[in-house]
C-alpha cells in the first residue's frame, strides 16, 4: 500500500478548515501557473493538479472564468461559486485575481514566472504578445520555463486567429463526416469531448516538456491546436485517415440502429429494461449460444459472411434475437453474453453508473467537500498510480480565495494587497 502523509490544512475564505490526507505524489514539486479559462485548458491543468502539482490559478478580478457561468448549476442556483463545471474541471488548484491589462498586474506575474515550471494560457493567439508576455519575454525572467498554448487552429498557418466551436472542432478536425446515418446530416458526440480530449493531450505535452527541462535544463514552448489534436483520434478520424491515403475512399456514414459493419446481430438493441450493444457478425454463433442455441437458428445462412449482408436473412435472425431480448434485462443479458464469449454491454442510465458494483470497487466517484456546495460527487481518478496517488487535495478555489497565500509567498505585505486591489491589480 502507498505511504500518506498529511498535507497541510488550508483556510477557505468562509471560514472553514479542511485537511486532506494524501501521499507524495508524481508531479510533487512542479509549480504551474494557469491562465485558462473554460474547458480545454483547465482539463489540462487539472490533469497536473490532481498528480501532485501545484497549480495557480489566475483569474480576472471581478469576473472569474467564464466557466463560473456555466451550467449545470448545483441545485440549478445559478451562481459563480455553484457551477458544476468550473468546480469539477478546478480541484486541486489554489486560486488567485490578478489583472494582466494592468502594468502593475503585469510586473506581479512575472514575479510569479520566476518561481514556476510551466505556464499555460488559452488566449487567442496573438495575446500574450500583446499584453508583452510573449514566451520569448517570459523565457528571459526564467529560461527554464515551460509554456503551453491552446488556440483553436495553433499559433501558425492561414486558419491562426480564426474563432471556433467545439461542433466546428469535431467536424474539421474529427471524424464526424462519417458519424451518424447514411441518410441523415453527420452528426457529432453529445457534450464537448473534442476540447476534453484537447485538455488532455496538452496535459501530456507539458508532463514531457518539464522533465525535459529537469534533464536538460532548458524550457520549452508547446504550440497545441485544437483541430491538430483531433487528426490523430482514434475513434474514426485516424483510420478514416489511412483508408483515404491507401485506398482513395472517403468513409461513409453508417446504417440504422441495430445494423452495423459488423453484420447481423450487431449494434444497438432494445431488451427489456433499456438497450444493451452487441458485435455479432463473424461472432454470432456466440450470440446464438447465449440464447441456448434454438433450433430455429441452426441454418448455416445466418453465420455465412456472404448470406449475412442479404437484408432478409438478417432480419430473420434478429426478429428472434429481438424477441429474447425483450424477455431479459441488460444486467441478465451482459452477464450472459459474456460468459458466452460476446462482445456486449449494457447501455447504462447515468444514475444506474453510480450503482455499478465494477464503478464502487474501483472507487471512480469521490467526494469533495466545497464551502459553497457541501459534499458533493465527482468523478475520480483516471488511472491508477500505486507508488504517487492520484487525491483530492482541494476543492475548486472560491474566486480570489488564495490571493493573500500566494502573494504573501512573493513578499507581500498586508498593505501590498490593499494597495493592489485599490489600483484593480487583484
Not at 466545497?370 to 483530492?392: L, N
Request: with cysteine; glycine share 10%.
Amino acid at each position: 500500500m502507498p505511504k500518506t502523509g498529511c498535507c497541510k490544512p488550508y483556510q477557505t475564505t468562509l471560514g472553514i478548515e479542511k485537511e486532506y490526507l494524501v501521499g507524495e505524489q508524481a508531479l510533487t514539486g512542479m509549480r504551474v501557473i494557469d491562465l485558462t479559462q473554460y474547458i480545454e485548458g483547465p482539463v489540462c491543468t487539472k490533469r497536473l493538479a490532481d498528480y501532485g502539482a501545484d497549480v495557480i490559478k489566475i483569474e480576472p478580478p471581478g469576473t472569474g472564468d467564464g466557466a463560473r457561468n456555466m451550467g449545470p448549476f448545483y441545485h440549478d442556483e445559478p451562481h459563480p461559486e455553484k457551477s458544476g463545471l468550473f468546480l469539477y474541471l478546478n480541484t486541486n488548484k489554489r486560486g488567485i485575481t490578478l489583472n494582466l491589462e494592468n502594468t502593475l498586474g503585469k510586473e506581479t506575474f512575472l514575479e510569479l514566472v520566476k518561481k514556476a515550471d510551466v505556464v499555460v494560457e488559452s488566449f487567442k493567439p496573438g495575446t500574450m504578445e500583446r499584453l508583452g508576455l510573449s514566451y520569448e519575454t517570459l523565457e528571459k525572467v526564467n529560461p527554464r520555463l515551460v509554456m503551453t498554448s491552446i488556440s483553436p487552429f495553433g499559433q501558425t498557418g492561414p486558419y491562426r486567429e480564426y474563432e471556433m466551436t467545439e461542433l466546428m472542432a469535431f467536424g474539421m478536425g474529427g471524424p464526424m463526416y462519417h458519424k451518424g446515418r447514411a441518410d441523415k446530416e453527420p452528426l457529432k458526440y453529445g457534450a464537448t469531448p473534442t476540447l476534453y480530449h484537447a485538455g488532455a493531450v496538452a496535459a501530456m505535452a507539458t508532463v514531457v516538456a518539464y522533465y525535459g527541462m529537469r534533464r536538460h535544463g532548458k524550457g520549452d514552448y508547446i504550440d497545441v491546436s485544437i483541430m491538430d489534436t483531433q487528426l490523430g483520434t482514434m475513434d474514426g478520424r485516424a483510420s478514416a485517415l489511412i483508408q483515404y491515403q491507401f485506398s482513395g475512399k472517403v468513409a461513409s456514414r453508417g446504417a440504422p440502429m441495430g445494423v452495423g459493419p459488423a453484420g447481423t446481430g450487431s449494434g444497438m438493441f432494445p431488451c427489456a429494461d433499456g438497450y444493451v450493444h452487441f458485435y455479432g457478425g463473424l461472432r454470432l454463433e456466440r450470440q446464438t449460444k447465449m440464447m441456448g442455441d434454438p433450433p430455429e437458428l441452426r441454418d448455416p445462412k445466418f453465420y455465412d459472411p456472404e448470406t449475412q449482408g442479404d437484408p432478409l436473412v438478417r432480419e430473420e435472425y434478429e426478429a428472434y434475437f429481438l424477441s429474447w431480448l425483450m424477455n431479459h434485462t441488460k444486467q441478465e443479458i451482459f452477464e450472459l453474453g459474456q460468459a458466452s464469449g460476446n462482445v456486449c454491454a449494457p447501455m447504462k442510465t447515468i444514475d444506474e453508473v453510480f450503482e455499478d458494483p465494477q464503478v464502487k470497487v474501483r472507487d471512480l466517484f469521490v467526494d469533495v467537500e466545497h464551502p459553497v456546495t457541501g459534499k458533493v460527487k465527482y468523478p475520480g481518478r483516471p488511472f491508477v498510480m500505486e507508488k504517487s496517488p492520484w487525491a483530492i487535495r482541494r476543492p475548486a478555489p472560491l474566486l480570489g480565495q488564495h490571493n493573500t497565500e500566494v502573494y504573501s509567498e512573493l513578499g507581500y505585505s498586508k498593505e501590498d494587497m490593499v494597495a493592489l486591489r485599490q489600483s484593480n491589480v487583484i
